[in-house]
């Protein structure tokens, strides 16, 4: 079977404090990390597996903080993306690290999705490596979190990237009705699609793939229905993808993160993003 895996390890921490994000606070303890490498070897043993099985794998690491800081991470996405059973592999990164490493991936399966956080880093530096990523030729979104005082550094930062090269806004929603209708109309020059993230889609009792065809698996190997949508559905490396899939109707009121609702068929959002929607990317931003 075609299934998409979101991963998340045990680690909880970043190399940056953005007042809005949770897990900027913390820090792990090295046993924390040492437990974090562990599953993800573990995740990478049964990965490999899966050829045999006839699977076709798309993988999206989205972790509770930075992930690229750690060897583990960018050595997995290196070797995921020579596998001839996994069709891309994609990370969600603040692209602080280093990019040597980069010249190892295969550049047809590799996608990152890159988050800029005015005030944790200068734009000129982030742009650097932005630069680095696009004359490789990898495949890579930008985005942010569209707070207010960050509108100005993300109009500058539309500036100055490639056309070519997509600027999302997330949608604030730690507060209702963040916006005017005039902020709206801002956003949506710099992002195109920023009205799609604004609502909280209904979508109790509404079909989606989340655990049919796409999973959300936790380090240990727990299978959630969806991040948001906490029901287990079961374990990894005991029930396999056939014994984990089956249609299953969300079991939230409402939808409002971006790696949930575009499993939603009624948004058809596959016409946005073609076959670059895990990574998000617009089908007229694909290079």
Same mark, same amino acid.
């Given at each position: 079977m075609k299934a998409v895996l979101y991963y998340r390890g045990a680690m909880s921490s970043c190399n940056y404090d953005c =007042?809005?994000?949770?897990?900027?606070?913390?820090?792990?303890?090295?046993? /924390?990390l040492a437990k974090d490498k562990q599953?993800?070897?573990?995740? *990478?043993?049964?990965? @490999?597996?899966?050829?045999?099985?006839?699977?076709?794998?798309?993988?999206?690491?989205?972790?509770?903080? $930075? +992930?690229?800081?750690?060897?583990?991470?960018r050595d997995a996405m290196i070797e995921l993306s020579? *596998? /001839?059973?996994?069709?891309? !592999?994609?990370?969600?990164?603040?692209?602080? !690290?280093?990019?040597?490493? /980069?010249?190892?991936?295969?550049?047809?399966? +590799?996608?990152?999705?890159?988050?800029?956080?005015?005030? %944790?880093?200068?734009?000129?530096?982030?742009?650097?490596?932005?630069?680095?990523?696009? $004359?490789?030729?990898?495949?890579?979104?930008?985005?942010?979190?569209?707070? @207010?005082?960050?509108?100005?550094?993300?109009?500058?930062? @539309?500036?100055?990237? =490639? $056309?070519?090269?997509?600027?999302?806004?997330?949608a604030y929603k730690d507060r209702k009705a963040y916006y005017s209708e005039e902020e709206i109309a801002y956003l949506t020059q710099i992002d195109p699609h920023f009205g799609l993230?604004? =609502?909280d889609y209904d979508s109790i009792g509404k079909?989606?793939?989340?655990?049919?065809?796409?999973?959300?698996? %936790?380090?240990?190997?727990? !299978?959630?229905r969806c991040y948001s949508d906490r029901r287990v559905i079961g374990h990894l490396y005991r029930d396999g993808l056939e014994g984990l899939a089956a249609e299953r109707a969300c079991g939230m009121k409402k939808c409002g993160c971006y790696i949930g609702y575009i499993h939603m068929p009624e948004l058809g959002l596959e016409r946005v993003y073609g076959d670059r929607l895990l990574e998000r990317i617009p089908a007229g931003f694909a290079r």
């Amino acid at each position: 079977m075609k299934a998409v895996l979101y991963y998340r390890g045990a680690m909880s921490s970043c190399n940056y404090d953005c =007042p809005y994000c949770p897990f900027s606070k913390t820090k792990d303890s090295k046993e /924390t990390l040492a437990k974090d490498k562990q599953q993800l070897h573990a995740f *990478m043993e049964w990965v @490999r597996e899966q050829g045999a099985a006839g699977h076709q794998l798309s993988i999206f690491f989205n972790p509770y903080g $930075e +992930a690229l800081v750690h060897r583990w991470y960018r050595d997995a996405m290196i070797e995921l993306s020579h *596998m /001839t059973h996994v069709k891309k !592999v994609a990370v969600q990164t603040n692209l602080s !690290v280093k990019l040597d490493w /980069t010249q190892q991936l295969a550049k047809d399966k +590799a996608a990152f999705w890159v988050t800029y956080h005015p005030g %944790q880093t200068g734009q000129e530096q982030f742009l650097s490596q932005c630069k680095k990523l696009y $004359e490789q030729g990898i495949s890579f979104s930008v985005g942010s979190v569209g707070i @207010r005082s960050a509108f100005d550094a993300i109009a500058q930062l @539309r500036k100055l990237l =490639p $056309e070519d090269v997509y600027l999302w806004v997330n949608a604030y929603k730690d507060r209702k009705a963040y916006y005017s209708e005039e902020e709206i109309a801002y956003l949506t020059q710099i992002d195109p699609h920023f009205g799609l993230n604004v =609502p909280d889609y209904d979508s109790i009792g509404k079909p989606c793939g989340a655990g049919a065809n796409v999973f959300y698996v %936790q380090g240990a190997g727990i !299978v959630k229905r969806c991040y948001s949508d906490r029901r287990v559905i079961g374990h990894l490396y005991r029930d396999g993808l056939e014994g984990l899939a089956a249609e299953r109707a969300c079991g939230m009121k409402k939808c409002g993160c971006y790696i949930g609702y575009i499993h939603m068929p009624e948004l058809g959002l596959e016409r946005v993003y073609g076959d670059r929607l895990l990574e998000r990317i617009p089908a007229g931003f694909a290079r």
